[in-house]
């Protein structure tokens, strides 16, 4: 069977970038537009539903609105799980240094839109409530900038607010202690994937 565009990394001819005193690392054109477009149809396939906090629906609607997905591995999704694991290990290696288990089963493809005024509140994405700890956090820009206003990823990278590179294509990888937000979309819809990376707890 097809697995679809290439798993290799091979042909990527660009390196990760870290930014700020926590290591939030910024890696362009990982994937192809067409790839780009076979993730957002795919998502956009899977009818994203408003997202569902632990708290009541006025406390959740504070925090966060946005829609979401769930990619599951597939005959036909293999490809993306190869290349974003592969995308982790270089990650890894080169920078955070981590123990890790390995990506967290199911990428949550994620949908701002500004007729809701799409947001999520200051947060951390490490936490009890997760079934085993989360240490990296990455985040796939799947829309054109052009496309939409607001909706951008904010981190407190350890000197300040940074904002995030907002390419699409981009990914933007950060330890899942880092607080960070999207703040609310303006006009326009924000696309994206996101995934976690487990492993021990940090010692």
Excluded: C
Aim: aromatic content about 10%; overall charge negative.
């Amino acid at each position: 069977m097809d697995d679809g565009p290439q798993t290799q990394m091979s042909a990527i001819k660009t390196s990760p970038v870290v930014i700020g005193g926590y290591k939030v690392v910024v890696w362009k054109d990982v994937f192809t537009p067409a790839e780009l477009d076979r993730i957002v149809a795919l998502g956009d396939g899977l009818a994203p539903m408003r997202a569902q906090l632990e708290y009541g629906k006025d406390a959740a609607n504070h925090v966060r609105i946005t829609r979401v997905a769930w990619i599951d591995p597939g005959p036909d999704i293999n490809w993306l799980y190869a290349r974003l694991e592969e995308v982790i290990l270089r990650i890894n290696q080169d920078i955070f240094h981590y123990e890790l288990y390995g990506l967290e089963p199911g990428l949550q493809y994620t949908v701002y839109e500004s007729s809701e005024s799409g947001h999520y509140n200051w947060h951390v994405d490490a936490g009890q409530h997760n079934p085993e700890p989360r240490k990296i956090s990455l985040s796939l820009q799947l829309s054109d900038p052009a496309d939409y206003q607001g909706g951008r990823l904010v981190l407190e990278a350890g000197d300040g607010a940074y904002v995030a590179e907002a390419a699409r294509g981009a990914i933007i990888a950060f330890p899942s202690y880092v607080l960070h937000r999207v703040t609310p979309t303006e006009s326009g819809v924000r696309k994206s994937l996101v995934l976690w990376v487990a492993g021990p707890e940090f010692r």
